[in-house]
């Protein structure tokens, strides 16, 4: 197992940032890759960014490029996904997911083993 802990949701309006942080409890992903998803109400969970665990390979949704960054921190088990510009049509839950090192589809949930429990992002206009 896992643990994955996301932080740092909250309530901002359009044009501003947030920083999500997703923290693995007890164990080391410093082998595993990282990935950021996101569901709105109504609607189907979706890919927004992913990390190979090696750290310099990064991808990103259509929907996000430009405006979010992820990254990683070994040292502290710790993903990060810096949000700007962000837009009402950002609100959502945002979940991290990890998995071990693999060459499946990185942007696929079915791929990821462990999940943290969301944390939630409301973007007001």
């Known amino acids: 197992q896992v643990p994955l802990v996301e932080s740092g949701g909250g309530l901002v309006q359009a044009g501003g940032s947030l920083r999500l942080s997703c923290a693995a409890s007890?164990?080391?992903?410093?082998?595993?890759?990282m990935g950021w998803f996101r569901q709105a109400p109504g609607k189907e969970r979706e890919f927004v960014a992913a990390?190979?665990?090696?750290?310099?390979?990064?991808y990103y949704a259509d929907s996000v490029k430009g405006r979010f960054t992820i990254s990683r921190d070994n040292t502290k088990n710790t993903v990060y996904l810096q949000m700007n510009s962000l837009k009402p049509e950002d609100t959502a839950v945002y979940s991290c997911a990890a998995r071990p090192g693999s060459s499946s589809s990185y942007y696929l949930a079915r791929y990821y083993n462990y999940w943290g429990q969301g944390t939630q992002v409301t973007v007001s206009s």
């Open positions: 007890g164990r080391t992903v410093s082998n595993y890759d």
């Open positions: 990390i190979r665990w090696w750290g310099t390979s990064t």
